[in-house]
């Protein structure tokens, strides 16, 4: 599976980006999808997960009520709508696949095997 991420980009707080997540070589509807994101100096951290049928979502607790992943298996993409944004929001924002991904670990790197190569988020102050 080959994974692109898009929609990054320079924004004031308190707007909002859209990030895209298009998926080349497999159907998404077998994988569970999630978006990842990291900051300078830090370690890569989850922000949002949806399970193959997009029935599920999971969210990191900084970025509840604010940002929605949803997913469109027809088109074999993963969006991260991303709202009342804040700096502390700036990061590398990653998508991820994995298949078949326990709740326990769904928070977790290791248990997605295919990565985009991230996109770039700026919250300016």
């Known amino acids: 599976v080959q994974l692109q991420a898009s929609g990054g980009g320079l924004v004031q707080a308190g707007g909002s980006l859209r990030l895209s997540c298009a998926a080349s070589?497999?159907?998404?509807?077998?994988?569970?999808m999630a978006w990842f994101r990291q900051a300078p100096g830090k370690e890569r951290e989850f922000v949002a997960a949806?399970?193959?049928?997009?029935?599920?979502?999971y969210y990191a607790d900084p970025v509840k009520g604010r940002f929605i992943i949803t997913r469109d298996n027809a088109k074999n993409t993963v969006d991260l709508q991303m709202n009342s944004l804040k700096p502390e929001d700036t990061a590398v924002y990653y998508c991820?696949?994995?298949?078949?991904?326990?709740?326990?670990?769904?928070?977790?790197?290791?248990?997605?095997?295919?990565w985009g190569q991230g996109t770039r988020v700026t919250v300016s102050s």
């Open positions: 991820a696949a994995g298949s078949s991904v326990i709740l326990s670990n769904i928070q977790s790197t290791y248990a997605y095997h295919y």
């Open positions: 949806t399970r193959k049928n997009g029935g599920h979502t």
């Open positions: 070589g497999r159907t998404l509807s077998r994988l569970d």
